[in-house]
């Protein structure tokens, strides 16, 4: 290239991350835990598990549909706003979910829906994590 040349702009195509597989996967090993669970164990602890996988999948999935609503430098504001309301939204739906199944639910393996909502978060921190380290 020349000194009077410019360089070509770059024009990126932004595509939506698939977060679908996200949502795809938790839901995947919230029915798997529940099943082993119910096969292992009974109907009341593979019940607690699905529900707990639930209240993890769940909100985690209406914060990834709220932030990654927007893309793009020129809808950078309304991505920050929509980011922060996902999160907030995931906050709150998470804690009303959980109070739900608490008080609503008898009889309940509370150990049960603790540990398979950690482990279902878990597993879509690591589905995150491998989407992001997969080159498109």
């Known amino acids: 290239m020349s000194k009077t040349e410019e360089p070509t ?4 195509n932004l595509k939506a991350p698939p ?5 795809v996967t938790q839901s995947i090993a919230t029915l798997i835990a529940a099943l082993s669970a119910f096969v292992l164990f009974d109907l009341v602890t593979g019940c607690s598990v699905f529900l707990g996988g639930m209240t ?8 990834a ?4 609503r927007y ?12 980011f922060y309301a996902g999160e907030s939204g995931k906050m709150i739906i998470t804690a009303v979910m959980f109070a ?7 009889p309940l393996n509370e150990l049960a829906v603790i540990i398979s909502y950690i ?7 690591i589905a995150t994590a491998t989407l992001g380290l997969k080159k498109n």
């Open 65 to 68: 549909i709220k932030a990654f």
């Open 119 to 125: 482990l279902i978060l878990i597993s879509g921190l």
């Open 19 to 23: 977060i679908y597989k996200i949502f």
């Open 100 to 106: 739900m199944v608490f008080a609503g639910v008898k």
């Open 71 to 82: 893309r793009g430098a020129r809808q950078i504001a309304q991505a920050v706003k929509s």
């Open 9 to 12: 702009p770059i024009v990126a």
């Open 56 to 63: 993890s999948t769940l909100p985690n999935a209406y914060f």
